[in-house]
């Protein structure tokens, strides 16, 4: 018998160590930990908890002391939710909480919750636990925000870009007018014989300085149309468009002045654009060369290592491009020189960017000051699958090494 209640004695120590234990371990727990019974009462709480929430375990000793003072209006709502742990049978995630702290503060918790089995008296045990969240979900929210309000500024700019591009081509269709007239008027008193040299001077001044205006107009009115074209996507055989220019600029530009490298291959892309934009990268070559210089124009077509592209190149043996230079040159309204040396209106490669952005391309070049220059697009390729290997292998333009 005495053996009997020495094993009983040892045994209730025994147990009453791991009680305090586990106690031990639920105060010590480095997130929020709540031991509570189904009868209401609330067992331990950890310093976590407490730090997080400001209330003591002597503030909240019952679920509903803890979810009135956390919950306010909603408390009912959560006890009927606490009620039902208790016929848990596994861990479970209960989700996301706002919480009410001592301060008045608002925190977000995520809630787990286990079985423990039941008290020797028979009740029912439960370990919620936490992990605090609200840094968490206040980033959330100012990142959301921040996206509300790049979205807005996107829109807003997109908006002002309309409207500049409405304005720009409405002054620049009603300049035209009246600079026809100026030209009209400007050429008939060029031709009377009784003008003194004098005022031949400052008429052909005008007539030089109308024609530019009228260059920048054009330049203008082509850049807002690219915007406003509906483009009409499809395949194009750069070697018909190459054509197309050059006929274009027989006026211009001497047959042996160029050296195209066909087949340049087919891509997709607009017509219109694609003429656009050799015409200017052309043009371009053409007219950045030292006076005593005569103008040299390669152009060919390779390849990008992907096979997804096509890059067209066009070398010139002109003045060249400085580094520092050559992402600027392709803004509205940039000029390297002035227009004494080089005519222009400063928008030819903007308008072959902005056509080249329009087709989901990408235009560069590659200079060096006195070595003249090498400009490049680069568009989607087209292959036609129902060809064969072989002649598409014949069609294609060179690929790159």
């Known amino acids: 018998m005495a ?18 234990q586990f106690q031990r371990s639920i105060i010590d727990a480095p997130i929020p930990m709540m031991l509570h ?22 503030e909240i000793p019952t679920i509903a002391d803890w979810t009135e003072k956390a919950y306010g209006a909603r408390k009912h709502q959560i006890c009927r939710q606490i009620d039902q742990l208790y016929e848990l049978e596994e861990r479970v995630e209960e989700g996301e909480f706002y919480i009410q702290t001592h301060s008045g503060e608002v925190r977000v918790w995520d809630f787990y919750s ?37 979205q807005t500024q996107i829109a807003n700019l997109e908006q002002a870009n309309a409207d500049l591009e409405a304005f720009s081509y409405t002054v620049a269709h009603d300049l035209s ?79 042996e002045q160029i050296e195209v490298m066909k087949p340049l291959g087919i891509v997709w892309g607009s017509r219109s654009l694609l003429v656009q934009i050799i015409s200017n990268l052309l043009t371009n070559a053409l007219k950045f060369v030292l006076p005593q210089k005569v103008p040299h124009i390669r152009l060919w077509a390779e390849e990008t290592s992907s ?34 040396f080089y005519a222009g209106t400063g928008l030819g490669l ?29 568009l989607p390729q087209f292959i036609d699958l129902s060809e064969g290997v072989e002649s598409r292998e014949t069609s294609r333009a060179n690929p790159v090494d």
Not at 117 to 127: A, C, I, Q, S
Not at 128 to 146: M, N, Y
């Open 177 to 255: 007018a009246p600079l026809r007239g100026i030209q009209g008027f400007t050429q008939a008193l060029l031709q009377d014989d009784a003008s003194q040299p004098l005022e031949r001077e400052y008429l052909n001044r005008i007539a030089t300085t109308a024609d530019r205006m009228d260059s920048l107009i054009c330049d203008l009115l082509i850049l807002s149309r690219i915007s406003r074209l509906s483009l009409g996507i499809k395949p194009i055989n750069l070697d018909q468009i190459v054509d197309e220019v050059l006929e274009n600029l027989a006026n211009t530009l001497d047959p």
């Open 114 to 150: 286990s079985p423990l089995g039941n008290l020797p008296d028979g009740r029912r045990l439960v370990n919620s636990s936490a992990v605090d969240i609200t840094k968490q979900k206040q980033a959330e929210v100012q990142l959301h925000q921040t996206a509300i309000d790049c």
């Open 307 to 340: 096979t997804e592209s096509i890059r067209l190149w066009v070398e010139d043996n002109g003045i060249g491009i400085a580094s520092e230079d050559q992402v600027r040159i392709f803004d509205c309204f940039e000029r390297l020189h002035g227009s004494d």
């Open 37 to 58: 019974a189904e009868d209401g009462e609330v067992l331990q709480i950890s310093h976590a908890w407490t730090e997080i929430t400001g209330y003591s375990l002597d």
């Open 350 to 378: 903007a308008i072959v960017r902005r056509a080249i952005d329009r087709l989901g391309g990408r235009v560069g070049v590659e200079s060096h000051p006195g070595n003249g220059s090498q400009f490049w697009v680069e």
């Open 3 to 20: 053996q009997q209640t020495s094993d009983s004695t040892s045994t209730k120590q025994a147990l009453q160590h791991c009680q305090e």
